[in-house]
């Protein structure tokens, strides 16, 4: 989280940048280290509920128009939500200011992805002619996976440090649905679809049964804890970098999370559709005796094709996953510091890259330390393609503990129902370490550089 990245005690700093070391080593709280939950869309409930003079209504309404909803839709509608929870860690100091650093986490990312032509079509329809719409690039994707992270930093010398980890990355589950294809065409003589698109589920406790044709039936899963092992393996690395430039200004550079996940053929439920759909009217129809009965039903059975997936073993031997990767650049300029109260201001350019988006930030931050054992943390973006969302981040480290929380996207609006009403990135994140003994050369370190 953006607004941690500044709190130089915080016991897991080394996660911002794998060069950070903090002033002390430090063991978790099992399951309490640290646990983080973030949520982020470029749409909200005001993308879809709009006020009448009465009362609101959704965006189907007519006295909506076309224009006024479908101005507030963008090419490319996400939602993606992740959450990072942390078993056990410890870090702790070798020789010559080295920082050794070990974590187990268990982590989640949520994907969904949809077309702008989706609501163009929910909303406009057919509007006369010939009314062609492209729903390629759906996708809903969701994985588990855990990982083991072992991490190194050292000074080069009084003004350069360098740091890096190795993770090592099992995977659980992975679904994932997408279409490479998906054709609407609609006019006066008939409805045209078809749609060319992708199941693949990679687990070895969960699975799904198909019918007598070969197609998976979502609403009957099983799952085997009895079975519960990885079905895929990788591997990331970290690297960082941080330079002071004298005792006001310093400097950090990272990369986080460059990697990958292989999951093997011998996990994987896979399904493909390609499928057509077509609708030129009822025929046949007998105004004495109305029955359409038998028409409706092969007219969704042919349109619940596009969305079937018939079981497909194909020839691949394992598919390759890319993980979200960070990169960040920071600058600090220190204002006010004492043995006891500090005061400074920062910079950070924060990128992160997800399913080929590039969300990125540039944001302003000021941190306080009204007393040696509490440090605090305000940001907020200037520039980027993320909502714009107050951050503040909370830390009291006293000599026997250091508790932190953190939150992202207070200042966004929500409902009665808590649910975001514009475009929003919310994200939250706390937990427990206790602190152990500091590294003697660190230690003379940092208090030369606070006189």
Known sequence: MSSLY?????????????????????????????????????????????????????????????????????????F???????????????????FWSFSMSLKEQFNMNLPYELFHLAKVGMNGGVNHYDLSNMYVKNTYFGEMSIGYSKDIDDQLRLGGKVKLLAGFVSTNISYSKFDVDLSEKEWRASAKGEFMLNSRTLS??????????????????????????????????????DDRWKFGASFSDLGF?????????????????????????DLANI?????????????????????????????????????NVSGEYNLFRNDKQEISLGTLWNNRYIENKLFTELLTAVTLKPFWWM???ITYPI????????????????????????AEGLNTKINRQFLPINPFYLSVQAGITIPLSTNVK????VKTERL
Do not use: C
Not at 316 to 321: R, V
Not at 389 to 397: E, I, K
């Open 6 to 78: 500044f709190l130089d005690k915080w016991s897991l700093n080394h996660r911002s940048n794998a060069a950070f070391a903090p002033e002390n080593g430090y063991v978790s709280i099992p399951f309490m280290g640290s646990s983080q939950f973030a949520a982020t869309s470029n749409l909200g409930l005001s993308s879809f509920i709009f006020p009448t003079e009465n009362q609101n209504v959704t965006f189907m309404s007519q006295s909506v128009s076309n224009d006024d909803f479908l101005k507030g839709i963008a090419k490319n509608n996400f």
């Open 80 to 98: 993606s939500q992740e959450s990072n929870n942390n078993f056990i860690s410890f870090g702790f100091y070798g020789q010559n200011s080295g």
């Open 208 to 245: 799904f049964d198909k019918d007598n044709k070969g197609y998976f039936d979502f609403n009957r899963s099983h799952f085997d804890l009895k079975e519960f092992k990885p079905s895929g393996y990788g591997i990331s690395i970290d690297f960082g970098a941080e330079y002071k430039l």
């Open 261 to 285: 996940m292989t999951w093997r053929r011998n996990s994987w439920q896979r399904g493909v559709t390609d499928a057509e759909f077509s609708f030129k009217g009822f025929s046949n129809i």
């Open 291 to 327: 029955d359409l009965t038998s028409q409706i039903e092969t007219l969704k059975s042919d349109a619940e094709n596009l969305i079937r997936f018939k079981e497909e073993k194909g020839v691949d031997e394992y598919k390759l996953q890319e993980l979200a990767a960070t990169w």
């Open 375 to 377: 440090t605090s943390s």
């Open 383 to 406: 520039l980027g393609n993320k909502p714009k969302v107050l951050g503040f981040a909370l830390l009291f480290s006293p000599k026997w503990i250091n508790v932190f929380l953190a």
């Open 442 to 445: 660190y230690r003379s370190k």
